[in-house]
């Protein structure tokens, strides 16, 4: 079946604008993870959803960062305000149903912020 | 806090050789240990991951890892590389209830021929 799905796999933006990005899990799969990695770093927790809410966003930066699954299945990224500093693969993942259970990755969406 | 550390940023191995990959935790109390191997654009492909019982850990692409609980340690090993196996390699832990996933900084192989 289809893997993780993540669109745009390329966004480049100028400082100050707003942009989206978007995961579409594995079928059926309850929890989605939003991770971001820099470059020669590993990927940081940004979010975990489990159905449609968010169970933890202890990793989300900064209140320009905000995240939605309103039906439970895809999700959408959403930044506010970007800075130079935003500027990393930004990483999704989906598992059956969380707990210790395999996450599943996508391809990311590198962003880049001019 | 909860941090996982790769030692080894880069490492260069032969066809045909051996190959550890380290990994050490600090948690408090045993998490469950993953190792995720990264080639480029590609995504995240999970490897094998411990939760508990046998401390040797088979996994995928002939790789195996040992959880060493006295040393906090979970290294991944080969015993004969592969050119494809050039990539990066990425150790996470989790905390099973919490879910999200603590990666490493990650060690880059290279193959040579």
């Known amino acids: 079946g289809a893997g993780v799905s993540q669109t745009p796999s390329n966004k480049v933006t100028e400082k100050g604008k707003y942009v989206e990005l978007r995961c579409d899990p594995i079928s059926g799969h309850t929890a989605l993870y939003w991770y971001r990695q820099s470059l020669g770093q590993g990927p940081e927790f940004l979010i975990y959803f489990q159905g449609t809410g968010a169970a933890d966003d202890s990793g989300l930066p900064n209140d320009r960062f905000f995240a939605v699954r309103p039906e439970g299945s895809v999700s959408t990224l959403k930044i506010q305000r970007t800075e130079r500093g935003d500027s990393a693969m930004y990483l999704c993942?989906?598992?059956?149903?969380?707990?210790?259970?395999?996450?599943?990755f996508g391809p990311g969406t590198r962003l880049t912020v001019l | 806090a909860q941090s996982v550390t790769q030692p080894d940023i880069h490492i260069t191995v032969s066809e045909g050789a051996s190959l550890e990959l380290r990994c050490n935790y600090s948690?408090?109390?045993?998490?469950?240990l993953f190792w995720y191997v990264q080639s480029p654009g590609q995504g995240l492909q999970l490897l094998l991951k411990y939760f508990s019982g046998d401390t040797l850990v088979q996994g995928i692409k002939g790789f195996e890892a040992e959880f060493k609980r006295s040393q906090s340690s979970f290294n991944l090993r080969k015993p004969s590389v592969h050119w494809s196996d050039a990539a990066e390699y990425f150790c996470a832990a989790s905390t099973g209830t919490a879910s999200k996933l603590t990666f490493g900084t990650g060690t880059r192989l290279q193959v040579t021929l």
């Open positions: 948690y408090g109390a045993t998490p469950y």
């Open positions: 993942a989906s598992s059956l149903n969380g707990g210790g259970n395999e996450q599943f």
